[in-house]
């Protein structure tokens, strides 16, 4: 175990005067200047030194289990250290007069975050006393830091989503005057046929880009955004996918088939909606016209199993696993439709977020259908 | 085209790229445009002109188009706001339908599908206030609040209360999105306000007893991430079950 070692300069020569006080006024001291720690630095060097010019001890040392950090000040014999994360190890709590060692555990809520080794002569209380206070000074100092790095990442993911946003706007802008330009020459009529066809190019082709581009900034949405779970009812998210995308599978009929009308499992509603929006329009583009995709939820033990099938060409078993990985396509021919390459490894990462999985079986016989596994109390570390 | 003649359409957006788009086929098809490229000299143009709706963009320079919307609805409160938003910008959308807006248009979007929205909006500002309790009429769906009665194809629909209020709400708001906020405040109370899963199972029910394919509403429409709308008017394209009351809603 590798840990930083810190040598704390020797105390400030509060000792002098200090040393006729009872333990119970040291302490009080103590709690004082403790309340008064900048919590922008980590507390223990601070503390090791208002411990031994307080209360005198010849040496001092202090481990910060969390951050595997071992403050010493004084003379110590070499080893100290091994000896100060053995009294964490073993929770040992022992005043040695021989030695005149004083061991304690750091404890907060009860659990060892760390441990304290005293060389001097203390009344046991007051030793413990002393332990309590630095424990709870490290935890301060952890819970701050902890909010600290929670608001730092926030502030992140704000900065990435306000980039993004203009980014949107900045493609937005020309797409809609494209299409309205070209919508609008249609509208105004008088066009000759191959004008018309012309203008249908532009039109399709704006409409076309406009697509990718909500796809690409979604997937860039995704990848800045931090997983809020919250319980998702299954139903109304299917619902709400077939609504967005509701052009995209015109040519096609939608059939829902659930297990029970109130699925639910706790996960990341947008992200899971993002997951069963790219399955569909993936099915959307391949499907043969006029057949039916079907959208599904089944339960198995402990998770709940989404799946969209379709009747179309055949994905080949050699491309099952890659057919997940980013930006690849399938080089089959009937397999050319519009595409990025995508949307199924942002299925395939919003399903591994919540700790779930990712597969597509398809044959002639079967179809195609795509599976996700999904916990119903998510695991994903990420949540 | 007479119908457009009238109709004076004021332009807000930032971009002269698209009030140019706009302006020019709008014109051409017989409305007239007025263009601001800012909210500010949008609220100017209102107080000094007058117009039957307004485009205005969300994302703008200035006071922006949040703020130019809540100004314009006190300075006029019946006049036709439509809002320009984009995609995967929901919250914006729900955030402009509850400060008054009477809809969305996403960008981008066809001349067509613009043309469609302004002359809704203009049609249902017109249209007088109909008393409290007026039946209304949509396709095959049919609501008599009178005597809380619902009727599919001439038939009664059993609905419970809260089904019931949930589609007469959205039925008196008929082509316009109800923001699932609006919807729970106004059927369940303002503690309500964020229940949406609680709602969806309800609309759910709904669809079931009122539409022909519940997983393909015609009526009950799902606005992504915004709420529901009822549709003005449905197209009978496929054969319906011959329901001779349906026919008379045929849309021209």
């Known amino acids: ?383 | 085209m007479s119908e457009e003649k009238n109709i004076r359409v004021l332009l807000v957006d930032d971009e002269p790229a698209i009030r140019r788009a706009l302006k020019t086929p709008l014109q051409e098809l017989g409305f007239q445009a007025v263009e601001a490229s800012r909210g500010e000299e949008a609220l100017h143009l209102v107080r000094t002109d007058s117009f039957d709706v307004v485009l205005l963009d969300i994302n703008m320079p200035g006071i922006g188009g949040m703020q130019t919307l809540v100004r314009l609805r006190a300075l006029a409160p019946r006049l036709p706001i439509l809002m320009l938003t984009v995609r995967d910008e929901e919250h914006d959308k729900v955030e402009a339908l509850e400060k008054g807006a009477d809809d969305y248009i996403t960008k981008p979007f066809s001349i067509r599908e613009c043309i469609a929205r302004i002359r809704a909006a203009v049609r249902r500002s017109k249209t007088p206030e109909r008393s409290e309790d007026a039946p209304i009429a949509v396709g095959d769906i049919e609501i008599l609040p009178a005597r809380r009665i619902v009727k599919k194809a001439g038939e009664a629909v059993r609905l419970t209360p809260k089904e019931y209020e949930i589609l007469l709400y959205l039925m008196r708001n008929a082509g316009r999105a109800v923001t699932y906020g609006k919807l729970l405040t106004s059927v369940w109370g303002v503690e309500y306000r964020q229940e949406v899963d609680y709602l969806r199972t309800f609309v759910r029910q709904l669809r079931k007893k009122i539409e022909k394919d519940p997983s393909h509403p015609r009526y009950l429409l799902t606005d992504p991430c915004v709420g529901y709308r009822f549709a003005e008017e449905v197209a009978f394209a496929r054969g319906t079950n011959g329901a001779a009351a349906g026919d008379a809603w045929l849309p021209t």
């Open chain 1, 1 to 383: 175990m590798n840990s930083e070692r810190y040598i704390v300069p020797a105390g400030n020569g509060r000792e002098s005067y200090l040393s006729d006080r009872s333990g119970a006024e040291k302490v009080r001291e103590l709690v004082e200047h403790a309340a008064e720690l900048d919590l922008h630095q980590k507390p223990g060097p601070a503390l090791a030194s208002l411990i031994q010019s307080i209360f005198g001890f010849e040496a001092v040392a202090i481990l910060d289990a969390d951050v595997n950090e071992v403050y010493q000040l004084g003379e110590w014999f070499p080893g100290v250290e091994e000896t100060v994360r053995n009294v964490f190890v073993f929770e040992t709590v022992r005043d040695d007069p021989e030695t005149g060692l004083i061991r304690r555990v750091l404890r907060v809520r009860n659990l060892p975050i760390g441990a304290l080794l005293l060389r001097g002569e203390a009344e046991e209380a007051i030793s413990s006393q002393i332990a309590a206070l630095i424990a709870i000074s490290f935890d301060r100092y952890h819970a701050f830091a902890n909010e600290m790095r929670m608001e730092s990442a926030k502030r992140a993911e704000q900065l990435r989503s306000t980039v993004l946003d203009s980014l949107a706007h900045a493609y937005k802008t020309p797409l809609t005057a494209i299409q309205a330009a070209a919508s609008g020459l249609k509208e105004m009529g008088n066009l000759s046929a191959a004008q018309g066809t012309m203008v249908s190019l532009i039109a399709e082709q704006a409409a076309q880009l406009n697509l990718l581009t909500t796809r690409l900034l979604r997937t860039a949405r995704l990848e800045a955004h931090s997983l809020h779970a919250e319980l998702v009812a299954i139903a109304p998210l299917i619902e709400d996918v077939i609504a967005a995308t509701r052009e995209q599978l015109a040519n096609m009929s939608i059939k829902v088939d659930l297990a029970r009308d109130d699925l639910s499992l706790m996960g990341d509603r947008s992200l899971l909606e993002a997951m069963l929006t790219h399955f569909v329009e993936n099915a959307g583009k391949y499907a043969d016209v006029g057949t039916t995709v079907t959208i599904g939820a089944a339960e198995r033990p402990g998770c709940i199993v989404l799946s969209v099938h379709n009747r179309g060409p055949v994905i080949p078993a050699a491309e099952h696993e890659r057919i997940f990985d980013r930006y690849f396509r399938s080089q089959t021919a009937e397999h050319l439709a519009p595409g990025t390459g995508i949307g199924l490894s942002v299925a395939k990462q919003a399903a591994l977020a919540h700790g779930g999985q990712v597969w597509v079986t398809s044959s002639e016989h079967e179809g195609t259908t795509f599976f996700a596994a999904l916990p119903v109390e998510s695991q994903g570390a990420a949540i």
